[in-house]
């Protein structure tokens, strides 16, 4: 993804990889996990639909229909899981970056800390900042030269608001969905496709707003003026008390992002998986096409 390997390369090297298992082979791969932990999601393997739409994958990209035909992800076997929260921001590490301050003394009603990158969304943020730079700010960040907006700087900017708002970019989320919650501003969610995770246990309800994207405008501001203090209070209150789920800690914290992603893998346990390619025999033995005993497989094996 840095690249070290293009699209092409990385392709070959999944395939390559995926004719080395076995076990993929035996199962069609439907008891198999793969990680895909950035906003390209599996399609960063561009043959995923061919090879992997069997098996779960573990991403916190739920939607890039923007750019692709289709999403890679799949709501009935797959798993979104939080973006990575700076590891400074969270109460698990020696000592946090910033710390949050008193709603009465935040300079702003909302916050858009983000590019515009030429999304619809984002560009009327940027616009209503200009027209209301006391309700909102947005401020142009720099990712490099003298003017680059620094971690603590950014910090200290999303915590001086009461809510913070985090629209649709590049793809469907964003981590200052999740980053909110560690500066204690309610997220304001600007992405009608997103999908959050851990949907079984968590009421996104009562810990953020979700607001349609086509109707970023004066409208937003002035809804979110009407939200009394004590309201928001109690929704940062019962944010702060789940917000160990976006923390990937320690195995020795009783709860974490590991925590609720054996949770939702939990759910998906089956004791039998079988393929296209899998049979059996009267005595109970596995075996391939070939009749050959699925333990004497040996790779490379073709794939499924």
């Known amino acids: 993804m840095m690249g070290g390997l293009n699209d092409k390369e990385i392709n070959k090297t999944y395939v390559k990889i995926l004719s080395q298992m076995p076990y993929f082979r035996y199962s069609g791969g439907r008891d198999h996990i793969f990680v895909f932990p950035s906003g390209a999601g599996a399609h960063l393997f561009r043959s995923w639909a061919t090879f992997l739409n069997r098996s779960i994958i573990l991403t916190p990209e739920g939607d ?48 858009f800390l983000g590019r515009a990158q030429g999304k619809v969304g984002r560009l009327r943020l940027v616009e209503l900042a200009k027209q209301y730079p006391d309700k ?3 401020p142009e960040l720099q990712l490099t030269g003298p003017n680059k907006l620094r971690r603590t700087e950014y910090f200290n900017h999303l915590r001086n608001a ?43 309800t009562q810990i953020s707003i979700k607001w349609p994207s086509t109707r970023i405008s004066t409208q937003l501001l002035e809804y979110l003026e009407t939200i009394p203090d004590e309201m928001i209070e109690a929704m940062i209150s019962r944010g702060r008390q789940v917000r160990c789920l976006w923390v990937y800690a320690p195995e020795t914290e009783p709860c974490s992002a590991m925590v609720g992603i054996m949770w939702e893998l939990q759910r998906k346990v089956r004791r039998f998986h079988q393929s296209g390619e899998t049979f059996w025999l009267h005595n109970g033995s596995v075996v391939n096409r070939d009749l050959v005993e699925f333990h004497d497989w040996r790779p490379p094996v073709p794939l499924p």
């Not at 990575?84 to 970056?97: A, E, I, L, R, W």
């Not at 999740?178 to 949907?199: A, G, T």
Request: include cysteine; proline fraction near 6%.
């Open 136 to 138: 909102l700010e947005s």
């Open 162 to 204: 009461k809510f913070c708002l985090a629209p649709r970019g590049e793809s469907s989320w964003t981590l200052r969905f999740y980053e909110s919650f560690f500066v204690e501003c309610v997220p304001v969610i600007l992405s009608d496709q997103v999908e959050l995770p851990f949907q079984n246990v968590i009421d996104y």
């Open 64 to 111: 890039r229909t923007d750019k692709r035909d289709i999403s890679a992800f799949n709501t009935w076997k797959d798993i979104i899981i939080p973006g990575n929260v700076d590891d400074g921001m969270t109460k698990f590490y020696d000592s946090n970056v910033v710390q949050p301050i008193p709603l009465s003394k935040r300079k702003h009603l909302a916050n």
